[in-house]
Every structure is written in C-alpha cells, then in structure tokens.
C-alpha cells in the first residue's frame, strides 16, 4: 500500500472526567489528548497498517511537541508538519452525554497555527511525493479564509500528482464564520463546490448533503434519527450528477436513539455501475450495529473514512461491498474507546465484520 496523506488541523481535546458537565467538572482537572478529524483519520490508518502522513501547522511549543510525538508514536508521518511562530493550538473542550443528553462540544480554535498559515507556505510537491491517496474534510476550510484556500490548494495538487482524494464534507456548524457577510451554510457550499470539482471519494454522514449541498434523502430528520433509507442512493446520484468526477459515495447512517445508544450503518455508492450498497448485512439486509453503550462517539465518522480509505487501497477488500463492511465495522469499534482516535486493528475490525461480535474475552 502507497503513502496516504492527509491535511487539516490538530488540536488538543479536553474532555470532562466520565459524565460530568464541564460546570461540574470545572474548577478542576480535564483529560488531555489530541484530536483533529484528519489527524484522527491517519491515526487510524497507521494502526491498521498503512503508510500515513499529516500535513499541518502547528505552534512551535511544548505542547504541540506533545501532540508531534503522539502521532509519531502511533506510526504517523509527521515530517510534513509545519513548526511556525505564528498562531496557536486550537482547542475544543467535551462533556460527553447519556441517556437524553446530548454531547456537547466548545471549540477554541481563533486565530490556531493553521488559520493563519497561508497556502504557499506549504510544499504540496515534497508532501505529496510517493502519494497515492490524499485526504481532506469539510471542517479545516472551516476556520479561515487561508485555510480554505490551503484546503483547495491541496486538493488541487493531489489531482495534478495523479493521488486519489478523498473529502469528507463534515459540515460543523459552529464552525464557517470567517465571512460576515454569509450564513455558515452558505460560506461552506461556496467554499465546497470549489474543492469537489477535485474530488473523486465523497464521504458524508447523514446530514451533510443537505447542509452542504442541499441535496435531501426524502423526509429524513437526522434530528430525531428518522432515516429514510431508501432515498440516499439518489442524494448520491444528485451529487456525481453535479460533480461528475466522483467516483463514489459513502454516507454513514447514524440513527440516535439516545445519546449512549446509536444504531450504526452506512451506503457506498459506486457512480460507474450506478448501484448502491449498504453495511451491515444480516441474511442479505440491511441491519445496522446496535451499539447501546457508547464510551465515545467523537470521531466515529473518521474512523469510517480510515477504513474505508484502507479498505479500497487493499486488493482483497477493495470490492464495493466488502470495503463498506470493512469500514462500518472499523468505526463500530470506535464507539467502544475513548477519545477520537479509534486504537483497533486490522485484525479486529476483521473479527467483527466477519460476525464476531458477543465481546468475549480474548485469551
């Protein structure tokens, strides 16, 4: 498997202890990892085996060292990392929910490494040498208006070094409010129809076709969890018929139940054959994870995307269905380990998709 390369910002997490509220929990002490939906992406793709890189800005300080040397340390290539005396590390701070809450996310992020660096400042020719894959998401051009340029930047060297790119579109909508003059949803349509044209994997979750691109699977409320299911092969046909140059479509399909209690799916569309599949399968239908005690769900839709990215750079995974069964299955582990990036392997992710799945110990 070729280099895989992935672009956007890393930040530091700072997560309540266990179910606190951050008002219960402050004054006091807050666990500290490091997140970011690109970061967590090659983190994953390291731990099942692939060769990842991140492309970054960060501050010049002990705590982005830290930050570094964890991705090192999980096997990611961290040369591509820009160290700069401008900026800061972003933050975002979490109260994990349960039962009827919900989660909640404070982000931190004004004026972090990655906003204020601007596109030249990265050599996209050395970064993407040896590339076969590059990835992006919806929410670093999110943050600035360089950022946004960067994004595209990248996304428009990936093409010209023949790399595959995949984007997430991850619409955040506290995010996008670098232009006064737009609503969050406008700025990032604007912003997305000039990156897809550069697109050739789309990954969205339920949501994000219709605040991205306004394109809606029928009557669904991703609100209440209602899907309706039936309609989201042609929220992907309406996508490649406007951006022909995707070759496929993975929507993940979360239904919440609550917040400790998610079923889990997803479709992959192929455009060239025109046909859908959805994942997981039971007897031939579509059944999804019953996942009912959920220990962290931030980062599930990224541990989606890492596997699907391996699963279709891997010959004996790479057909349409059994990449989509191999991704849904990634990111169902995912929800069983705390903090954003998913620490499963090749071979469990495997175990699962292959129906292992009563959680007895392993000896």
Known sequence: MKRIVAFGEVMARLAAPGRLRLRQALPGALEVTFAGAEANVAASLSMLG????????????????????????????????????????????????????????????????????????????????????FHVTGITPSLSRAAADASLAAAEAARAHDATVSCDLNFRKKLWRWDPDRTPGALAESIMRRILPHVDVVIANEGDCADVLGIRA???????????????????????????????????????????????????????????????????????????????????????????????????????QTALNFAVAASCLAHSIKGDFNFSTRREVEALMHGSSSGRVVR
């Open 50 to 133: 692939a060769e990842a890189a991140l492309a970054s800005a960060l501050p010049a300080n002990p705590i982005a060292d830290a930050c570094v040397g964890t991705l090192r340390g999980l096997g990611v290539d961290t040369k591509p990392v820009l160290r700069t005396a401008e900026g800061r590390l972003g933050l975002y701070f979490l109260e994990s929910g349960a039962n009827q809450r919900p989660s909640h996310v404070v982000y931190d992020r004004e004026g972090s490494a990655i906003s204020v660096t601007p596109p030249e400042a990265y050599d996209w020719s050395s970064i993407l040498r040896g590339a076969s894959w």
């Open 218 to 320: 029928g009557a669904s409320d991703v609100e209440s969890g209602h899907l309706e299911l039936d309609h989201y092969p042609d929220v992907a046909r309406q996508l490649v018929s406007q951006f022909p140059n995707v070759q496929h479509v993975a929507i993940t399909l979360r239904e919440s139940i609550s917040a400790t209690h998610n079923n889990w799916g997803a479709m992959l569309y192929a455009a060239r054959e025109d046909h859908a599949c959805f994942a997981p399968l039971v007897d031939g239908a579509y059944q999804p994870y019953r996942i009912t005690d959920i220990i962290d769900r931030v980062g599930g839709g990224d541990s989606f995307a890492a596997g699907l990215i391996f699963a279709l750079l891997t010959p004996e995974l790479n057909a349409p």
